[in-house]
């Protein structure tokens, strides 16, 4: 049963930073591609960042290139977004999510996201 589960997030002031982790389960994470995504109020979620299965490339939003960095240990089965320069455009829901390949086709997973607010 594929698992995932993040954690990290909160409120941050204006200029702030964060770590959100998100920790697998159920599938064999370091064969997988990996990405974070965000759903801010009344707007559709969005991919913010993306890894591939061995970290050795990454792909980010325009909105957070230089701020955000993806980062991953496939001995853990974990996956981090460091989150720098905290804008209250960044408040959302964010989310970490998997396409899994399970007998003849693919399964998009996403875990249940963590709650970020950039506020003063």
């Known amino acids: 049963q594929v698992q995932l589960v993040e954690s990290g997030g909160g409120l941050v002031q204006p200029g702030g930073s964060l770590r959100l982790s998100c920790a697998a389960s159920?599938?064999?994470?370091?064969?997988?591609?990996m990405t974070w995504y965000r759903r801010a109020p009344e707007k559709e979620r969005e991919p913010v960042a993306t890894?591939?299965?061995?970290?050795?490339?990454?792909n980010y939003a325009d909105s957070v290139k230089g701020r955000f960095t993806i980062s991953r240990d496939n001995v853990k089965n974990m996956m981090y977004l460091q989150m720098n320069s905290l804008k209250p455009d960044d408040t959302a829901v964010y989310y970490c999510?998997?396409?899994?390949?399970?007998?003849?086709?693919?399964?998009?997973?996403w875990g249940q996201g963590t709650q970020v607010t950039v506020s003063s």
């Open positions: 159920g599938f064999t994470f370091s064969n997988y591609a």
């Open positions: 890894i591939s299965h061995r970290g050795s490339s990454t």
């Open positions: 999510g998997a396409v899994v390949q399970q007998g003849g086709s693919w399964t998009p997973y």
